[in-house]
């Protein structure tokens, strides 16, 4: 009971002055940072700055003019004129594709000879009901 006491005491000592100079650190700190003045809550320290908020309606894309005399109607001829080189062959490409499986699924649709009486005999064989 005796050690316990003792015990006590030197863990209380221990604490109480880790308490003394954690208050004498916290002096100096003091000390060395001056006191900022306090601000009113109706001041902000800093502007209030507000998002960015883009116009409503974007800007108009610019066009091309177009020569309204000289193009009165469109014609196909006027229309391949326009197409670029490299989307007429791939439209062209596309148009063999189409053909290539068009000749493929011709060729899936030819009757597929199956004669039963044969299917029934091979079945027999391979499945034999005794051993």
Known sequence: M???????????SIVYKIYSNY?????????RTPQRPTTAPHQHPHPVVEPYRSPSTPPPIP???VNKSTQDFVT?????????????RLKEYRKKQVAVVAEEVKEEHQPIAFDLRQAVIQSAILER???
Request: cysteine-free; glycine content about 2%.
């Open 2 to 12: 005796e050690n316990l006491v003792v015990v006590l005491l030197f863990v209380g």
């Open 63 to 65: 066009q091309k003019q």
């Open 129 to 131: 009901p005794y051993q």
């Open 76 to 88: 196909k001829s006027n229309m391949i004129q326009d197409i670029p080189e490299e989307v007429q």
């Open 23 to 31: 208050k004498e650190e916290m002096e100096k700190s003091a000390k």
